[in-house]
């Protein structure tokens, strides 16, 4: 699966360049904590990014080896079914038939537990990903903030933020 980017390099400039130009000493003090959260804000986009990547790929990985298990199952079942017709044709010993339906019932239980990690690790993904959209909205919205100079979108990028870092610790804490 393809890395989430967050691509907030000229909203690092823009902002930069508005703490420069902000005219008042209190403006140019809310410009750089506006600035400070909205780096913030990308370094946890960028960390959630990671971990959302990583379930990802250990999501695929699982299913692969499923996959690989149940192809497995499947060859053990067949040489089973063709030890029980020579059984049936000729009197053959039923060990190595009952040896081939154990080992089709070990193979399944490790496929079906690869199964369920990689939903797992998708339900994980799910939540880091919700978390980097979360926090590009937010330095979006605090980059119109500084950009316009209106205080009220900065705190709504907060609220937006806060919401980014509980879906973060979902997904660390799962």
């Known amino acids: 699966m393809d890395e989430i980017e967050v691509p907030t390099e000229h909203l690092h400039e823009a902002i930069h360049e508005q703490v420069h130009h902000a005219s008042s000493g209190k403006e140019q003090k809310w410009s750089l904590v506006v600035a400070i959260s909205t780096a ?3 370094v946890l986009a960028a960390i959630s990014s990671l971990f959302a990547g990583h379930h990802s790929n250990e999501a695929v ?8 298990q149940w192809a497995f199952y499947q060859a053990k079942g067949i040489k089973a079914e063709i030890k ?12 190595e038939y009952n040896r081939y339906k ?3 019932a070990t193979i399944k239980e490790t496929a079906e ?6 939903k797992s690790h998708l339900e994980i ?3 880091f990903a919700k978390a ?7 330095i979006a919205i605090s980059a119109i903030s500084i950009l316009t100079k209106r205080r009220f979108l900065w705190v709504i990028s907060l609220f937006l933020g806060i919401s980014g870092i ?7 804490w799962v």
Do not use: H, R, Y
Not at 61 to 68: M, V
Not at 132 to 138: D, G, S, Y
């Open 132 to 138: 980097v959209t979360f926090f590009q909205i937010a």
């Open 113 to 118: 537990e690869l199964q369920n990690e990689s």
């Open 61 to 68: 990985i699982n299913q692969i080896k499923a996959s690989d």
């Open 125 to 127: 993904e799910k939540k």
């Open 102 to 104: 154990k080992e089709q």
């Open 84 to 95: 029980a017709i020579k059984i049936g044709a000729v009197a053959i010993d039923t060990a």
């Open 166 to 172: 509980v879906f973060l610790l979902q997904g660390i």
């Open 40 to 42: 913030l804000m990308a």
